[in-house]
């Protein structure tokens, strides 16, 4: 149908001609109130994006001093980080003569992978970039805890009294 035809009988009907499918080999057309598709088209990317989880990368550093507790206090966080759902980046960072001894940073990252084996997969190796160690774990499937719904706050206390000076 040519366009001026189109045209006429959507201000007829006192609606809009909206261009659907502007790819397509003739463009596809339709005759609709155009605020009402925007509408439409706006409710659906917001329905796309409350579905979609985000995946964020969090970091880790240690040393190749660092000590046993310090370990297990790291290793805690990072089963917290896991079962959020994000990825881990387990950095080990070596400074001046450390670099001289790389196998006390894959001890280390041995250690954590040790304690974690039933949650994470290994995405990335051990690997050295410079004078840091780094290795990339992920959630296993399964691992994940579902998001709790955030408790509802307590009321505020009232008042005792009618305030006139009056000491409880």
Do not use: W
């Not at 994000?86 to 960072?93: A, E, G, S, T, Y």
């Not at 780094?134 to 998001?147: D, E, N, S, T």
């Amino acid at each position: 149908m040519p366009t001026g035809e189109a045209l006429r009988i959507a201000e007829a009907a006192g609606l809009d001609l909206v261009e659907v499918s502007p790819k397509a080999y003739p463009p596809v057309c339709k005759i609709m109130d155009y605020g009402r598709f925007k509408y439409e088209k706006s409710k659906q990317a917001k329905e796309a994006r409350k579905h979609q989880s985000q995946v964020l990368m969090k970091e880790v550093k240690f040393r190749p001093k660092t000590d046993s507790h310090d370990l297990n206090f790291k290793v805690k966080m990072i089963n917290g980080f896991l079962s959020e759902g994000n990825k881990v980046k387990l950095v080990v960072q070596f400074r001046g003569r450390e670099i001289v001894h790389p196998e006390t940073g894959q001890a280390i990252l041995q250690k954590v992978l040790d304690t974690l084996t039933e949650l994470v997969n290994v995405e990335q190796m051990p690997s050295m970039e410079g004078r840091r160690m780094i290795m990339l774990l992920g959630p296993k499937v399964g691992v994940v805890r579902q998001a709790r719904p955030a408790p509802a706050p307590a009321p505020a206390p009232k008042p005792q009294g009618d305030g006139a000076g009056e000491k409880p």
